[in-house]
T-cell receptor
Framework: KNEVEQSPQNLTAQEGEFITINCSYS?????LHWLQQHPGGGIVSLFM???GKKKHGRLIATINIQEKHSSLHITASHPRDSAVYIC??????????????FGKGTKLSVKP | DTEVTQTPKHLVMGMTNKKSLKCEQH?????MYWYKQKAKKPPELMFV???????INESVPSRFSPECPNSSLLNLHLHALQPEDSALYLC?????????????????????FGSGTQLSVL
């Protein structure tokens, strides 16, 4: 069993739809990252959070530490949101500093 | 300057060649990372330098040799690579050393990634 599981693996949406991507993890963590990777490679860090909720523009990330679950929401989705979204956790056990555990990613396609 | 710059963007090399990948940041970040990413897979950590010292080496073959000449620059020297080493090589940095390390670490700290070098080994 992977330590970080994302769902769905693939997601197709129509422009304007509300999108949710889920991430569940099995280890104790210091923090959780949401990353965005466009075709061609570069990765952008969207959020890093350890509790509660963060919002940036149309993106909202929430985390429930007790349930070991996080969600990334995109409101009013747009074709430019098409990308792979990756959840990554920073474990809190000794020796894990700097070593993120990555989920396999969710490929999002938003159609006009 | 809030960028991590990687050069070259694309590299094709033979199995007997020696080449180097370069990564540069001028944000004053004190940790720099090399990741390898195969198509449709998540990144895999290779090396981390924190305060210019090698802190993590994830059992990477010796044909990959990292170098951190100063706090702004990170190189990855390549020699005698195999076709299976073809991948996207990503560099990243974080502000205050390894993520999660040190009493000043906060959850506001993020990784900053470069756009990667797409490497093909023939």
């Amino acid at each position: 069993k992977n330590e970080v599981e994302q769902s769905p693996q693939n997601l197709t949406a129509q422009e304007g739809e509300f999108i949710t991507i889920n991430c569940s993890y099995s280890v104790g963590i210091s923090a959780l990252h949401w990353l965005q990777q466009h075709p061609g490679g570069g990765i952008v860090s969207l959020f890093m959070l350890s509790s509660g909720k963060k919002k940036h523009g149309r993106l909202i990330a929430t985390i429930n530490i007790q349930e070991k679950h996080s969600s990334l929401h995109i409101t009013a989705s747009h074709p430019r949101d098409s990308a792979v979204y990756i959840c990554a956790v920073l474990p809190n056990y000794g020796g894990s500093q700097g070593n993120l555990i990555f989920g396999k990613g969710t490929k999002l396609s938003v159609k006009p | 300057d809030t960028e991590v710059t990687q050069t070259p963007k694309h590299l094709v090399m033979g199995m007997t060649n020696k080449k180097s990948l370069k990564c540069e940041q001028h944000m004053g970040h004190r940790a720099m990372y090399w990741y390898k990413q195969k198509a449709k897979k998540p990144p895999e950590l290779m090396f981390v330098y924190s305060y210019e010292k090698l802190s993590i080496n994830e059992s990477v073959p010796s044909r990959f040799s990292p170098e951190c000449p100063n706090s702004s620059l990170l190189n990855l020297h390549l020699h005698a690579l195999q076709p299976e080493d073809s991948a996207l090589y990503l560099c990243a940095s974080s502000p205050r050393g390894l993520l999660g390390q040190g009493r000043d670490w906060t959850t506001n700290e993020k990784l900053f990634f470069g756009s990667g070098t797409q490497l093909s080994v023939l």
